[in-house]
């Protein structure tokens, strides 16, 4: 089993940046493939970046691409997601999400386990 604790969110002003941790517990052997998705009220879940670790490439979505970065510290079993230059389309619940094997990054049913999600908020 792996348990996933995301953290860093909160509220800060369009054009400001945040990063956010999600630390891996458990088995963290079984988190090979890692992503982060977010989900605003009333949209679907979207992907936003993801990492395989077992290659070390990235994958980002179009939005994302310029202003967020993807990175996992192994020693500290953490996945980071470092944005910049937020919008307020950025407010969201930003979850983290694991999958032992390899997924379709943006495809939220291709991960196995999941947090409980961070909100961030983006205000002018």
């Known amino acids: 089993q792996v348990e996933l604790v995301e953290s860093g969110g909160g509220s800060v002003q369009t054009g400001g940046s945040l990063r956010l941790s999600c630390v891996v517990s458990g088995n963290s052997a079984s988190a090979n493939f890692m992503g982060w998705f977010r989900q605003a009220p009333g949209k679907e879940r979207e992907g936003v970046g993801a990492?395989?670790?077992?290659?070390?490439?990235?994958y980002y979505a179009e939005f994302a691409k310029g202003r967020f970065t993807v990175s996992h510290d192994g020693a500290k079993n953490t996945l980071y997601l470092q944005m910049n230059s937020l919008k307020s389309e950025d407010t969201a619940m930003y979850y983290c999400?694991?999958?032992?094997?390899?997924?379709?990054?943006?495809?939220?049913?291709?991960?196995?386990?999941w947090g409980q999600g961070t909100q961030v908020t983006v205000s002018s």
């Open positions: 999400a694991a999958n032992r094997g390899i997924a379709r990054w943006r495809d939220r049913y291709d991960y196995e386990f």
């Open positions: 990492v395989d670790l077992r290659i070390n490439s990235t």
